[in-house]
């Protein structure tokens, strides 16, 4: 034991020295340690600044001028933009469009394809930098359109560049580019020497600017400061009401657009366009669809003239039944809907009685046709309408289109009731003789009066003189043309309307069937017709897309007020749809007769009632002539008759057989050089007509 104490004893001082040993030689360690720690932090101090300077230097070629307040993007495009289409997510949408069935039917048309292929390179071009076609999907980019000078276009970019100093740099530095400065601005111009084009771009703020015309590009600089889109009050409007929908946003600035159209559509179309919308701008959002596309958004509009958007805002909004009416073939639907007929009736009326320039002539108007006729419009007339009058465009297999105006009636037998009690007053107070026909159970008659349409619905309607007219249980058919309405009766009896084409309800169950305006186009119909509804600029148009254009059996658009604008919504489709077949032969259509008025009616206070003494009677639809005799069988008077109507040569005699009237009919008015002789055979008068207008 004593021996292991003393071993132990032994150990535990050593143990004991050991640690004195080791807190020694610690303690001496102690204070160069201390120096040594002072200056690493030193260095290491140093290596931080070094690489936080590094760092923010790599951060602001990374992502330059990233810091502080930032222009509006908006600004950098010029306001003269006839469309501008913005989106955060520019590669999704685009590599979502590209494999839709919309993009591979536009893609037939060479213009279409050719974007479609720049697209593809400038994705291409991308792809060889890390992360780009990613980092594209998290920012806003708008490409706009610009007419630059008569009858061209081009259009502009505009991208977000923060995070791409690296892209930035690398478009600094490529092949075949050169440089100037604008109003102490860099414009890069990037020639590509296959296409033998040239990019223009400049960089401002953090944004890309770029086009293939200069002028863009310099209208960016030059404007960007004056920031007038920001600034518009028409503008902000309908932005605000596309912020955060849909994957891409579409605005329109129609006083742009017009000019634009004009070489598309035609002047005369455009004309229309501006007098019946005169809208300002429109906003629309859209998501990407296989075989749709489907625009909706708002409108603003001029509410200070006299148009029918004014009244759509009293009189609310109507459905789409005109269509269970309607034949198959019926190319162009225009309808406009209401609450109630009444209630539109009285806008308008209140609305052009009010206008300083054509309210006393309206108001002179109407009272002259109500005492003359001695009706009441509101009662005998418009009264017995119910939520939606249209007017249609039917095509005829000899391709001269049919036009005819339908009205929905609250009922068949109040519709008939008020029809009937009409055309008793017009026979009394004129000296017509029409007697009404029946076709397959339908009777078919003559409302011979003047401008009446166009004071009951407005110039829209000034084709509409004088029409025949049908019912179809609550239907009531107007046209020029009797073998129109013998088309209705037809396609009804057979179910082959509109409403029945799978396709189209379809198509409207998308869109909606709620409207103050609202227009549908079956666009393969009208590739061959010839005149109608549309002028032959826009057919000349649709035959050179044909390609394409037979791909698209559907195009709708449509509006109704809402917060003080107009909701609208456009869709267009590429289902596929089995056209009607056409089997009507040698149908033609009047022409027009144009009215140079200003006012929203045109009307003619000139000319109350235009009649004519003619007995005419048609047994068949289809009589060649019309002829009526004295008591004694001598010729009374003989003249041509087509599709119902007076056409061809005229010729009335006197008593004693002698030619009293030669003279000539076109579409049922006088036209050309009327002569006029005694019972001598003298000429005593002569008078030349154009359109049943004395010239």
């Not at 025949?468 to 037809?490: D, Q």
């Not at 000349?540 to 390609?547: C, E, G, P």
């Amino acid at each position: 034991m004593s021996q292991m104490d003393e071993n132990s004893k032994n150990n535990l001082t050593g143990d004991s020295n050991k640690e004195n040993e080791e807190v020694k030689s610690s303690s001496e360690v102690k204070k160069p340690k201390k120096k040594s720690s002072a200056k690493r932090k030193i260095i290491w101090l140093f290596l931080l600044l070094v690489l936080g300077a590094g760092a923010w230097l790599a951060y602001k070629f990374i992502k330059p001028d990233s810091a502080g307040p930032r222009i509006n993007p908006l600004n950098l495009v010029p306001p003269n933009a006839f469309f501008i289409l913005e989106t955060e997510e520019p590669y999704s949408v685009w590599s979502k469009m590209a494999g839709t069935e919309i993009w591979k039917t536009l893609s037939k048309d060479e213009d279409w394809k050719e974007y479609g292929n720049q697209l593809s390179e400038l994705e291409a071009s991308l792809s060889q930098f890390d992360q780009v076609l990613d980092i594209l999907d998290d920012r806003t980019i708008y490409l706009s359109g610009h007419l630059y000078r008569k009858g061209d276009y081009d259009y502009l970019f505009v991208l977000d560049m923060e995070g791409m100093g690296v892209l930035r740099t690398w478009l600094r530095s490529t092949e075949n580019l050169t440089k100037r400065v604008f109003e102490g601005q860099t414009i890069y111009e990037k020639l590509d020497v296959q296409s033998k084009e040239t990019l223009y771009f400049t960089f401002i703020d953090n944004y890309f600017v770029g086009s293939y015309t200069h002028a863009l590009v310099e209208q960016s600089i030059t404007e960007f400061m004056k920031a007038e889109l920001a600034r518009s009050f028409n503008f902000i409007e309908v932005k605000k009401q596309t912020i955060g929908e849909g994957v891409a946003r579409l605005f329109l600035n129609y006083e742009s657009l017009h000019p634009y159209l004009e070489s598309s559509i035609g002047k005369s179309n455009t004309e229309i366009m501006k007098e019946y919308l005169p809208l300002f701008h429109s906003g629309f959002y859209f998501d990407v669809e296989q075989s749709t596309l489907l625009l909706e958004g708002f409108s603003n509009y001029n509410d200070t003239l006299a148009t029918y958007l004014n009244v759509f805002k009293e009189s609310g909004t109507g459905g789409l039944d005109i269509a269970k009416i309607l034949p198959a073939q019926s190319s162009i639907y225009f309808s406009l809907g209401f609450d109630e007929f009444s209630d539109f009736y009285e806008a308008l009326d209140k609305e052009l009685s009010n206008d300083p320039v054509y309210g006393e002539d309206y108001s002179t108007y109407t009272r002259k046709t109500e005492k003359f006729l001695n009706i009441d419009l509101e009662d005998d007339f418009t009264s017995w309408i119910d939520d939606e009058v249209a007017v249609a465009q039917i095509e005829f297999e000899d391709g001269n289109p049919g036009i005819a105006l339908v009205m929905k009636a609250e009922s068949a037998n109040l519709a008939l009731e008020k029809m009937d009690f009409l055309t008793r007053q017009i026979r009394r107070k004129t000296p017509v003789k029409f007697r009404g026909i029946t076709y397959k159970g339908y009777d078919i008659n003559f409302l011979s009066v003047k401008g009446f349409f166009n004071l009951i619905l407005g110039k829209l309607f000034n084709y509409f003189d004088r029409p025949y007219y049908t019912i179809i249980n609550e239907y009531v058919i107007f046209s020029n043309e009797p073998k129109v309405l013998r088309r209705f009766i037809n396609d009804h009896h057979q179910e082959n309307t509109l409403a029945n084409v799978e396709a189209y309800q379809d198509f409207i169950d998308e869109l909606d069937e709620k409207h103050s305006a609202f227009l549908y186009l079956q666009l393969p119909l009208l590739i061959d017709t010839d005149g109608g509804m549309m002028d032959a600029e826009t057919i000349d148009l649709l035959s050179q897309k044909r390609n394409i254009v037979e791909d698209f059996p559907q195009l709708a658009f449509s509006l109704y007020p809402s917060k003080r604008m107009y909701r609208t919504r456009a869709l267009l489709s590429i289902d596929n749809l089995v056209l009607p077949e056409i089997v009507e032969r040698n149908i033609t259509v009047p022409a027009v007769d144009t009215l140079n008025y200003d006012s929203l009616l045109a009307i003619d206070p000139g000319e109350q009632v235009e009649v004519t003494a003619i007995d005419i009677e048609l047994e068949d639809l289809g009589a060649k002539s019309q002829t009526e005799n004295f008591e004694d069988g001598t010729p009374k008077y003989e003249v041509g008759i087509k599709n119902g109507q007076k056409h061809g040569n005229y010729f009335e005699y006197h008593e004693t057989g002698e030619l009293k009237v030669k003279g000539k009919y076109k579409n049922d008015l006088m036209e050309g050089t009327w002569k006029y002789y005694d019972e001598n055979g003298n000429l005593v008068k002569r008078e030349r007509y154009k359109r049943g207008d004395l010239r």
